[in-house]
């Protein structure tokens, strides 16, 4: 006999698999599995801030982001991006809202953004200019710049 399952049979069973595979996941850590390394849960959707550099990316693909050295030397963009293959993104400067001092770059200026951990185990996002090649900075969210350790600048 041949059973057929409608799709909201499969998304149950689904559903239940993932309840089973977080309560063995749950279970391994609270009765001596693997350690687990901290970390927060973030997307690139958070409020990310580093050392005079901001980012606020929405889920429509577009967003603002602010890039700065210094005191004099500030940009504020739109940005739009695009969600690549594996865990990064591509933001690509749009517009320029506001300038002050020489500036920090150009319309159509490329980043890659991921999230990863740092050493302390705090996510981080790390924006790497890639048109051109240039520097990385780092991001952290409001919670990660409280961290003493933190590696997104004061």
Known sequence: MMRTYTLA???????????????????????????????DP???????????SSMQLSRD???????GA??????QWSVTWTKNRGDSITITLASLVER?????????????????????GNQVLYLHQINPD?????????A???SADSPCGA
Request: charged share 15%.
């Open 9 to 39: 049979s499969r998304r149950g069973r689904d559903a239940a698999l993932r309840m089973v595979a977080a309560v063995l996941a749950i279970g391994a850590v609270l009765f001596g599995g693997a350690p687990v390394a901290h970390a």
């Open 42 to 52: 973030v997307s690139f959707f958070d409020q990310w801030v580093a050392h005079d």
């Open 61 to 67: 693909g577009t967003g603002t982001l602010v890039l």
């Open 70 to 75: 210094g005191a004099f030397d500030t940009d």
């Open 100 to 120: 002050s001092g020489e500036g920090m770059g150009k319309v159509g200026d490329q980043y890659l953004a991921t999230i990863q951990p740092d050493s302390s």
């Open 134 to 142: 240039g520097d990385v900075v780092t991001f952290c969210t409001a």
């Open 144 to 146: 990660g710049m409280k």
